[in-house]
Structures are given as C-alpha cells and as structure tokens.
C-alpha cells in the first residue's frame, strides 16, 4: 500500500501562489494515476486536479480555471500541484489519494487512507 504524506500549505494573501507536494512511499507509485482533493470546513471533500501514471495527461475540476497545474515527478515519487492567483475559497485541507479511474473524479472506494493533508488559508 502506498502511504503519502502531503506539504506544502500555508496562509497567503489573495492572489499569492502555493506549490504543494506530496510524497509517496511503499508500494508502486508509478502505478497509480493520482489526484489532489481538498476539503473545506463544513464541505464534503470535492475532486481538484488528476494526473495520469504515465505521459502527461491531467485534468481539473472547473473551478481551477486555469490556475492550476498537477505534475509528477515517479523516479521521486511525488505529485504537486502549482496553485496561483489564490482566493480565499481555495482555503481548505489539501489531500493527495491515487484516482479511482482515469477520467473518474474520486478515489477507489476502498481507499481509507487520508492523512492529514496541507492546510491551505487564503484571506482576502
């Protein structure tokens, strides 16, 4: 089972920039397309950003809008996600999981393993 531990967060200004990271560590890292969620105080947790296992396909939830971007680096085992012109609802808990499918917007359903995620605070 792959663990991941993600990093990276903080609390910005609007408009700032973040880069968040997360870092993998047993099993087959390569062998997962992955994602980024993030949950926001009250919310359920929602879809933000997915990265194929190999190759360079991704895809955004639409509220990203182009200020995203997922990369991964598998010879490090780490995903990131490049987060710019920051606004004060991209505040929330950022969690790094492998997809479900690719396309899919969630992880599989037997995936338990949340850590503790990146807490991301933007104030306007």
């Known amino acids: 089972q792959v663990q991941l531990v993600e990093s990276g967060g903080g609390s910005v200004q609007a408009g700032d920039s973040l880069r968040l990271s997360c870092a993998a560590s047993?099993?087959?890292?390569?062998?997962?397309?992955m994602g980024w969620f993030r949950q926001a105080p009250g919310k359920e947790r929602e879809f933000v950003a997915a990265?194929?296992?190999?190759?360079?396909?991704?895809y955004y939830a639409d509220f990203v809008k182009g200020r995203f971007r997922i990369s991964r680096d598998n010879a490090k085992k780490a995903v990131y996600l490049q987060m710019n012109n920051l606004n004060s609802e991209d505040t929330a808990v950022y969690h790094c999981?492998?997809?479900?499918?690719?396309?899919?917007?969630?992880?599989?359903?037997?995936?338990?393993?949340w850590g503790q995620g990146t807490q991301v605070t933007v104030s306007s």
């Open positions: 999981a492998p997809m479900e499918a690719w396309g899919s917007k969630r992880p599989p359903a037997e995936y338990v393993y």
């Open positions: 047993g099993g087959t890292f390569s062998s997962y397309h």
């Open positions: 990265i194929r296992l190999v190759g360079s396909g991704v």
